[in-house]
């Protein structure tokens, strides 16, 4: 009997012609995913057991980015998250329970520190803060509930260089997890799992997607028994990601190394430039003497990216670095960086210990703008009467 056209147009059969190939990964976007038959119907996380069984679980573009940043990282295992805030959270709810000790260096993103002060302790989970440049000494601070160690390497805004075989040598004498907010090296500049890592997260925010446009976290691992943990906890927390957020990733993929190889030389040209400056104290640039952590650098990294920080001479207040920084033009103001335009952002009076730089320390993203360009509107916002008169 002929179906009413209003039921064939809801008929989910394709009707156009197989064998399609393309060089760009399809975009599957679906909530509800089809069985074969009743039998096998299973609602699981794992793609193993059941390739597809919700949405949730994910898709084949999102399944496509998690295998090519395992791949990238030297991972076994990738799970894709809505950000690199999720990524972090998502660690700390596959191995942390009530009563478990967590210990996160100072110099770590800011909003880790955020998640473990507002939320994880009224959860029953410790989490105490430990100088980055502690390295083996961190065993002091190890307890017998100690479950896990952060570790980011270079540090948020302060850029500290942290030994992380050193870290990882200790955390696994005491049996305590090593995790390592990877973002930085974007997975390419350091290996994170040959130096002892078994968890590595990333924001993909950043380099992998590349254009600021997307919010997305992976969270990697090698470790089989890691995997099941962190694949529980993310189909239990619903942590679904977009396919379209999924496929921008995709393609940012595609150009990462060349976009890293060009950051790379270009960051270094400003900092170095920077460095000559009479008002800037020390630049914390990885790649340069003055970034803490500097020869584990050499050591341990195969290259550098596009994000450092300036620390002012004490002559400049920080109203006047305000003032600064609103007279550049090409460095756009905003948090974030890893995309293809240059940032600018103060980082006054952070909370640290050690190497604390009151309203003096400016961080700053370079993107893929000329480098004269970008030399030619820092040294004018220095010096905004000169350039004035040179005006008129």
Not at 190 to 219: C, E, N, P, R
Not at 291 to 316: A, I, K, Y
Not at 342 to 367: C, K, Q, T
């Given at each position: 009997?002929?179906?009413?056209?209003?039921?064939?147009?809801?008929?989910?059969?394709?009707?156009?012609?197989?064998?399609f190939?393309?060089?760009?990964?399809?975009?599957?976007?679906?909530?509800?995913?089809?069985?074969?038959?009743?039998?096998?119907?299973?609602d699981?996380?794992?793609?193993?057991?059941?390739?597809?069984?919700?949405?949730?679980?994910?898709?084949?573009?999102?399944?496509?980015?998690?295998?090519?940043?395992?791949?990238?990282?030297?991972?076994?295992h990738?799970?894709?998250?809505?950000?690199?805030?999720?990524?972090?959270?998502?660690?700390?709810?596959?191995?942390?329970?009530?009563?478990?000790?967590?210990?996160?260096?100072?110099?770590?993103?800011?909003?880790?520190?955020?998640?473990?002060?507002?939320?994880?302790?009224?959860?029953?989970?410790?989490?105490?803060?430990?100088?980055?440049?502690?390295?083996?000494?961190?065993?002091?601070?190890?307890?017998?509930?100690?479950?896990?160690?952060?570790?980011?390497?270079?540090?948020?805004?302060?850029?500290?260089?942290?030994?992380?075989?050193?870290?990882?040598?200790?955390?696994?004498?005491?049996?305590?997890?090593?995790?390592?907010?990877?973002?930085?090296?974007?997975?390419?500049?350091?290996?994170?799992?040959?130096?002892?890592?078994?968890?590595?997260?990333?924001?993909?925010?950043?380099?992998?997607?590349?254009?600021?446009?997307?919010?997305?976290?992976?969270?990697?691992?090698?470790?089989?028994?890691?995997?099941?943990?962190?694949?529980?906890?993310?189909?239990?927390?619903?942590?679904?990601?977009?396919?379209?957020?999924?496929?921008?990733?995709?393609?940012?993929?595609?150009?990462?190394?060349?976009?890293?190889?060009?950051?790379?030389?270009?960051?270094l040209?400003?900092a170095?430039?920077?460095?000559?400056?009479?008002?800037?104290?020390?630049?914390?640039?990885?790649?340069l003497?003055?970034?803490?952590?500097?020869?584990?650098?050499?050591?341990?990294?195969?290259?550098?990216?596009?994000?450092?920080?300036?620390?002012?001479?004490?002559?400049?207040?920080?109203?006047?670095?305000?003032?600064?920084?609103?007279?550049?033009?090409?460095?756009?103001?905003?948090?974030?960086?890893?995309?293809?335009?240059?940032?600018?952002?103060?980082?006054?009076?952070?909370?640290?210990?050690?190497?604390?730089?009151?309203?003096?320390?400016?961080?700053?993203?370079?993107g893929l703008?000329?480098?004269?360009?970008?030399?030619?509107?820092?040294?004018?916002?220095?010096?905004?009467?000169?350039?004035?008169?040179?005006?008129?």
């Amino acid at each position: 009997m002929p179906r009413h056209r209003q039921t064939t147009a809801l008929d989910p059969r394709p009707r156009a012609p197989a064998g399609f190939r393309s060089l760009a990964t399809a975009t599957y976007r679906g909530s509800t995913t089809l069985f074969d038959n009743a039998r096998a119907v299973r609602d699981d996380w794992c793609p193993e057991r059941v390739p597809y069984a919700y949405g949730l679980h994910g898709t084949p573009t999102s399944l496509e980015l998690a295998a090519r940043v395992a791949e990238l990282e030297g991972a076994e295992h990738c799970f894709i998250t809505p950000g690199g805030q999720a990524a972090i959270a998502l660690v700390y709810f596959a191995f942390c329970a009530a009563g478990d000790h967590v210990l996160v260096p100072q110099s770590a993103y800011g909003p880790n520190n955020d998640l473990a002060r507002d939320l994880l302790a009224k959860l029953g989970i410790s989490v105490q803060t430990y100088d980055p440049m502690l390295g083996s000494g961190i065993a002091s601070l190890i307890r017998p509930n100690t479950r896990l160690i952060w570790c980011e390497s270079p540090g948020s805004a302060t850029m500290e260089i942290q030994d992380v075989p050193a870290i990882a040598a200790v955390a696994h004498a005491s049996g305590v997890l090593l995790a390592l907010d990877n973002t930085y090296a974007s997975g390419v500049f350091f290996d994170a799992f040959a130096h002892g890592v078994d968890v590595s997260i990333q924001a993909l925010t950043k380099y992998i997607g590349g254009h600021s446009d997307v919010l997305l976290g992976s969270v990697s691992t090698r470790n089989p028994e890691h995997y099941q943990a962190l694949g529980l906890a993310r189909s239990l927390l619903g942590m679904a990601v977009s396919p379209d957020d999924c496929s921008l990733a995709l393609r940012g993929l595609q150009t990462l190394w060349v976009r890293l190889a060009h950051l790379q030389t270009a960051t270094l040209q400003v900092a170095q430039w920077l460095k000559t400056r009479p008002e800037v104290d020390k630049v914390l640039h990885p790649a340069l003497p003055d970034c803490p952590g500097h020869e584990l650098w050499l050591r341990d990294f195969s290259g550098s990216t596009s994000v450092f920080s300036v620390v002012f001479n004490t002559e400049l207040s920080g109203e006047a670095l305000l003032d600064f920084i609103d007279r550049l033009s090409l460095f756009h103001i905003g948090y974030s960086w890893g995309g293809v335009t240059s940032l600018v952002a103060p980082h006054f009076n952070l909370n640290r210990d050690e190497r604390h730089y009151g309203d003096r320390l400016v961080r700053f993203n370079i993107g893929l703008e000329h480098v004269d360009d970008l030399i030619a509107d820092l040294e004018q916002a220095f010096s905004p009467d000169k350039h004035r008169g040179d005006g008129q």
